[in-house]
Structure formats: C-alpha cells, structure tokens
Nanobody
Framework: QVQLVESGGGLVQAGGSLRLSCVAN????????MGWFRQAPGKEREFVAA????????PYGDSVKGRFTISRDNAENTVYLQMNWLKPEDTAVYYC????????????????????WGQGTQVTVSS
C-alpha cells in the first residue's frame, strides 16, 4: 500500500515562499516518477512539476517555471516543492502523486499516468 503525505502549506503574502513536502510511504521516490499538481477553486487540476526516476528530467508548468523547484531526498523518501515569488494565482490545493516505472516527458505531465495521490495541502497567497 502506497501512502503519500503532504505538508508545508499555509498562508503567505505575495512575493513570499513556501516549501511543500511529500513523504512517500510504501514506494521509494528514487524508483518512481513523482509529481505535484494543484487545483484552484472552480478550476480543473493542473500540472505543476514532476521529477523522473533518474532525477534528470524535471518538467514544470508554464505558470510556475523559474519560480518553483522540485527536488527529492532519497534518504528521507521525500519529494519537495520549493515555491518562491508566490502570486495570488498560485492559491490552490497542492497534491503530490506517484507513478511506477520510467515514463516519457508527456507521461510525467499527465495526471492519468499517476496511480497514487496524496490528500493535498492548501496554499493561500494573499495580495
């Protein structure tokens, strides 16, 4: 059984930073694709960032490129999302997800390729 537990969300002013964490119980993060997605009120869930098994491929959504960074700590079996220069439009529930096996760049961006999801953590950015 795989369980993903996110933490680190909260309320921050525009221009501030937050770091989200995702602990993956039951699946080594260095043997899985790991992704972050978000869903704002009234909107569809969208891709934010992902990291491949090798760690060499880290795609980002266009709206967060240059501001967010995904990383992982294999020893802690944790994936992080460092979010800098936050904007009010970054307000959303952020979800961590994991997928088995190597995947293409397209699959890392695709929600349907992930088989386990966390419960989500709320990020609110005030203007």
């Amino acid at each position: 059984q795989v369980q993903l537990v996110e933490s680190g969300g909260g309320l921050v002013q525009a221009g501030g930073s937050l770091r989200l964490s995702c602990v993956a119980n039951g699946r080594p993060v260095n043997n899985a694709g790991m992704g972050w997605f978000r869903q704002a009120p009234g909107k569809e869930r969208e891709f934010v960032a992902a990291i491949s098994i090798s760690g060499n491929t880290t795609p980002y959504g266009d709206s967060v490129k240059g501001r967010f960074t995904i990383s992982r700590d294999n020893a802690e079996n944790t994936v992080y999302l460092q979010m800098n220069w936050l904007k009010p439009e970054d307000t959303a529930v952020y979800y961590c997800a994991t997928r088995r096996g190597p995947g293409s760049l397209q699959s890392l961006r695709s929600q349907s390729s992930y088989d386990y999801w966390g419960q989500g953590t709320q990020v609110t950015v005030s203007s």
